[in-house]
Structure formats: C-alpha cells, structure tokens
C-alpha cells in the first residue's frame, strides 16, 4: 500500500550528528502517523521517535530525548530524523514505520517499513 526508502545512514565518532530521511510514496491520505525503530544486533526492536503528520505532534524514546529531533515535510512526503550528540549506544539499523494507528512505541502498531539504514557511532 505504501514504500517508504531511508536514507542518510552511515558512520560517524561519537558526538557528531546525522539526519536520516524517509521519504513514503502510494496511498498515504490515511497515514496519520510515522516514526522510527531501530534495532541493535542482540536486541528486539526499539522505539526511537514518532510524529503525527497533521500537525508536527512527537514523542520520543528516554535514551534519545533532547538530542534527536523528529520532524516532516508534508509536501515532500517525507519524515526526518536528526540525531546529535551521538553515542555508541546508538548504533543500530534505523527503520522508518508508516501506517501508525496512534502515537505508538510499539512495533506492531505500525503497517509499513522501511528497509532500514545502518547508523554506526564509534568511540
């Protein structure tokens, strides 16, 4: 029903910062809701970030907080994710979720995914 492609991953020291970008593309007129998951290797997924598309409202993870900043462009079809003061702790694959029934920190209550995109912070 909807795609969705991130991009902006990659390797960065810890302190610095990147923007990830998520652009959905198909039916989007019911897509109320969109976030971001990441997963660390061991690890289940987790919930980082989610935004309702209306009007800009976000909540986020404890551990991320004050140094990353969900945002969208309703225009552009497309959600940001801009992480700063990154810490190791913060490598993972990010995912992009569309399709939320609410403003959710859970997996499953997302429909659509992303293929995801690798944010290594090193040391």
């Known amino acids: 029903q909807v795609q969705l492609v991130e991009s902006g991953g990659g390797f960065v020291q810890a302190g610095g910062s990147l923007r990830l970008s998520c652009t959905v593309s198909?039916?989007?007129?019911?897509?109320?809701?969109m976030g971001w998951f990441r997963q660390a290797p061991g690890k289940e997924r987790e919930f980082v970030a989610t935004i309702t598309w209306n009007d800009g409202g976000s909540i986020y993870s404890d551990s991320v907080k004050g140094r990353f900043t969900i945002s969208r462009d309703n225009a552009k079809n497309t959600i940001y994710l801009e992480m700063n003061s990154l810490k190791p702790e913060d490598t993972a694959v990010y995912y992009c979720a569309a399709g939320g029934r609410a403003v959710s920190r859970v997996p499953t209550d997302f429909r659509s995914w992303g293929q995801g995109t690798q944010v290594t912070v090193s040391s």
């Open positions: 198909g039916r989007t007129s019911s897509n109320r809701f």
